[in-house]
């Protein structure tokens, strides 16, 4: 890990596939805290999962979610008995992670882009963006995460020194330290995921 | 136009249409800097123009522009005599404003989202954003834009008051003063401009 003030960064080609906690499909975890934390115990949790047969999604009580489709036609989700289509790459989509969700696969396999946080303790917001955008630091306590989710994206900004850049791949990403201003820049799409804890007057 | 710590909201409605520089189509100013500029004198000019037949751009010496398709099928552009086909709506797109662009519609009327500027003096930084995104506050000298672009946007901590917010329609638009931090939440998608002065380093 690197400290101090330079992006951390996550290539994907360095992850490990797990299967799900329902042994329904396979994720790799992209980051999560604390970061020995089980798919139980984290506080949040960023992964991408491939689903290539329907079948229910695993449970997480207390957790929220905010899944991204990246890859695929999409699902047709029931969740708490209610149907929700997600047939659209790219958009986020807030999920209770503890309601019963049941998966049909549109038209073959999906890859999705996943943000679980426990409800109680932690926020966390989600963008898709593309094009040159300069990101809010992250303040003391917070979480930035930049991921690529469609081809390249530059981190600009992202290191000690002034103009040094982080190149992305694709699924490759980013944690940036509380602080550091920086700039994201691509012509595909890039997530922006910022965690915070939840205040008191917050909840 | 408000001053001090809130947004400046400008809405779609309020605007006037005026005919292209060379006639051959109709624009909707935003916003734009010399506010009393004329299209010849502008720093900087954000707005939407309906393309409603086939044929040349106006030229701007001097310009670049970066161009997001907001509505329609798309355009068969020939730039300086190069062919760029910008078939992807919410895409943002940089040309060079004065490179001789001719213009042919692929299936129908678009409309483009544009934003120009002066390159020797102004930077501008385009996004299209879906989610929810905390923007770095605008420095002092800058100039932050969010435009709604598909649908509503909702503009948090936009005001005076902690937890305030500004809605915005399709196609309104917010300024954001200097130092406010603010964030941009949306199921569809919205512009994130910024424009900043060039240094003497910079250019």
Chains 1, 2 share one sequence.
């Not at 797990?18 to 975890?29: D, F, I, L, Q, S």
């Not at 038209?107 to 943000?115: A, I, K, L, S, T």
């Not at 694709?170 to 820049?185: E, I, N, S, T």
Request: aromatic share 6%.
């Amino acid at each position: 890990m690197t400290s101090g003030n330079e992006v951390r960064v996550l290539r994907a080609a360095e992850r490990a596939a797990a299967v799900w906690k329902n042994g329904g499909g396979v994720t790799r975890e992209i980051a999560a805290w604390p970061e020995s934390a089980g798919t139980g115990a984290f506080e949040w949790r960023v992964s991408l999962a491939d689903v290539a047969a329907d079948g229910p999604f695993s449970g997480f009580p207390g957790i929220d979610r905010t899944l991204t489709l990246a890859e695929g036609a999409g699902m047709d989700l029931t969740v708490a008995g209610a149907h929700r289509l997600v047939d659209e790459r790219y958009a986020p989509r807030h999920f209770a992670g503890d309601a019963p969700t049941d998966c049909r696969l549109l038209d073959g396999p999906v890859v999705n882009f996943n943000v679980m946080y426990r409800r109680d303790t932690t926020r966390a917001e989600t963008a898709v963006v593309r094009g040159d955008l300069a990101l809010a630091a992250a303040e003391p306590g917070e979480t930035l995460l930049v991921v690529a989710l469609d081809g390249p994206a530059v981190l600009e900004g992202a290191g000690a020194g002034p103009g040094e850049t982080v190149e992305l791949a694709r699924y490759d990403a980013a944690l940036a330290p509380a602080g550091l201003a920086c700039r994201v820049r691509t012509e595909g799409r890039a997530a922006v995921v910022r965690f915070r804890p939840r205040g008191g007057g917050q909840v």
